[in-house]
């Protein structure tokens, strides 16, 4: 019986922790971590594309299809870290407007994720022209948002 | 252009040489390129770092050909006092001068080349285009694109560069409204087609005009400046080229 109860107790701190857990990963500051940690990703696994892309770097297939297989993945994190708890924070060059536009910006999330998927599928199938295409159109999407919705 | 006035008091000048108007258009038509590839990006940004290499090629050109280059090319000849812009400002505006307009003042308003406020209209865009493309050797746009010389600096400073980069385009482009205002004022109300004077390189003047002396330096020596611009550049912005 003891044993049964200590179990619970037990169980229920872990539930506790758990759901303690799930509301810090909500706090602002943390938001603003992941999505800038997502977006400082997505410079890292893009650049050498880029650099590929535009004959600054030998073309290595296995490393574009690498980056943009990881791509696929991380251009999904940055956005639900984009709520409106975080528009007052400080260390963070997002604008305002982006929590009164969150249609519009949801919409260009969603363009660049799928730009990527093209980039990623262009990458699967060893076409070098299709990526380079692709990898503009890519380029393009994060550039819309930059220049709307982040502060000089 | 057509005259009522006979030919015979017509004079034409020849006040451009070909290198002159060969680096004014090949400016605007790189301008409008550089603007327009900013704002797409993509891949039209490798375009636009070459297309602002080859800027940075044209402003080392005029600046040789401002000090060696023809008689009306030359800074010396166009780059003039306060006092003498302010004259020729209020006589373009037809606002009589307080006091005597002298002989020198007073071919202001019929200088072949530059008058005094294009003039200086002339050092302010290349000054800003100076800004514009030194900045942008350092800037990045923190996709997948930077400027040759941006490793060499901090992503800070970098950043810094780059945000003066956006906002001396707004600066460069009002004042690309203002010289455009400028020419439209002598187009349309002071009768001068400026515009085909810098296509062909000839204005009519009347013929009661007297004309000082214009040397034009051979456009062969013009090349040799523009060929030895784009080796220096190509040498020091090498990643572009």
């Known amino acids: 019986m003891q044993k049964k109860f200590l179990l619970a107790v037990i169980s229920l701190a872990i539930g506790l922790g758990a759901m303690w857990d799930a509301a810090a990963q909500a706090k602002p500051e943390d938001q603003v971590k992941q999505r800038k940690a997502a977006l400082t990703l997505i410079g890292k696994y893009f650049g050498p594309i880029g650099a590929m892309a535009q004959g600054k770097l030998p073309y290595d297939a296995a490393v574009v299809t690498r980056n943009a297989g990881y791509l696929e993945a991380l251009s999904k994190m940055p956005w639900d870290g984009f709520t409106a708890a975080t528009a007052d924070f400080k260390e963070t060059r997002a604008k305002p407007e982006i929590y009164k536009e969150m249609d519009k910006f949801n919409a260009a999330a969603e363009k660049m994720q799928a730009e990527v998927v093209k980039l990623s599928a262009a990458a699967k199938a060893g076409d070098q022209k299709a990526v380079t295409v692709a990898f503009g159109e890519v380029g393009k999407s994060c550039k819309a948002c930059h220049d709307a919705y982040r502060k000089d | 252009m057509a005259s009522d006035a006979p030919s015979s008091t017509i004079q034409r000048v020849h006040v451009w040489d070909l290198a002159t108007r060969v680096f004014h258009w090949l400016l605007v038509g790189l301008v409008v390129f550089l603007f327009i590839s900013g704002k797409t990006g993509g891949n039209l940004m490798l375009w636009h770092s070459r297309a602002g290499a080859l800027v940075l090629v044209l402003l080392v050109f005029r600046v040789v050909w401002g000090v060696i280059g023809s008689s009306t090319a030359r ?158 550049v190509g040498f020091v912005v090498q990643p572009i080229f």
Not at chain 2, 104 to 121: F, Q
């Open chain 2, 75 to 232: 800074f010396r000849a166009f780059v003039v006092g306060p006092k003498q812009v302010w004259v020729f400002a209020r006589q373009l505006l037809g606002i009589s001068t307080r006091h005597t307009v002298t002989p020198a003042e007073g071919a202001a308003t019929t200088v072949m080349g530059h008058n005094p406020l294009g003039g200086w209209m002339v050092v302010v865009l290349l000054l800003l285009l100076t800004i514009q493309v030194s900045t942008g050797l350092f800037a990045n746009d923190d996709i997948a694109m930077e400027g040759p010389w941006a490793v060499y600096i901090s992503k800070a400073l970098s950043d810094r560069l780059t945000t003066v980069h956006r906002w001396n385009q707004w600066i460069l482009l009002g004042c690309i409204a203002i010289h455009l205002l400028g020419v439209a004022f002598h187009v349309f109300i002071k009768k001068e087609n400026l515009i085909s004077a810098m296509i062909s390189g000839v204005r009519k003047i009347d013929g009661s005009v007297q004309v000082s002396v214009l040397r034009l330096v051979s456009t062969w020596i013009a090349l040799l400046v523009f060929v030895l611009a784009f080796v220096v």
